[in-house]
């Protein structure tokens, strides 16, 4: 063999060990990338369900408050209710006892 083609096969080699260690390297790196990904997909995750719990509570509260304001309408409309009953039987007898003379 010539000396050229010596060389060409020792740069062959040279390049293919090369190849060999970067694709080792690669290959050794591909878990902590993985790992890495998955932790941010995680946190990514916890995120999101977090402020989806946030908006879930808020939105309890805020179905909460109505309901109590509801309730308080209610039990004045109610109250609103029988304040104007007795004072409406109140006012036909006081008609009544004008028409007959009473008063």
Do not use: F, H
Not at 40 to 62: G, P, T
Not at 72 to 87: G, L, R
């Amino acid at each position: 063999m010539s000396d050229q083609r010596i060389q060409q096969v020792l740069e062959i080699e040279k390049q293919a060990k090369e190849v060999y260690e970067q694709a080792v390297k690669e290959a050794q790196q591909l878990p902590i990338t993985a790992e890495q990904e998955a932790q941010a997909l995680i946190d990514q995750a916890r995120e999101e369900a977090e402020e989806e719990a946030r908006q879930i509570v808020a939105k309890a509260q805020a179905e909460e408050e109505s309901e109590r304001i509801l309730e308080q309408a209610k039990e004045s409309i109610n109250q609103a209710e029988a304040t104007a009953v007795m004072n409406l039987d109140q006012a036909v007898a006081y008609v009544l006892n004008r028409v007959i003379g009473r008063e």
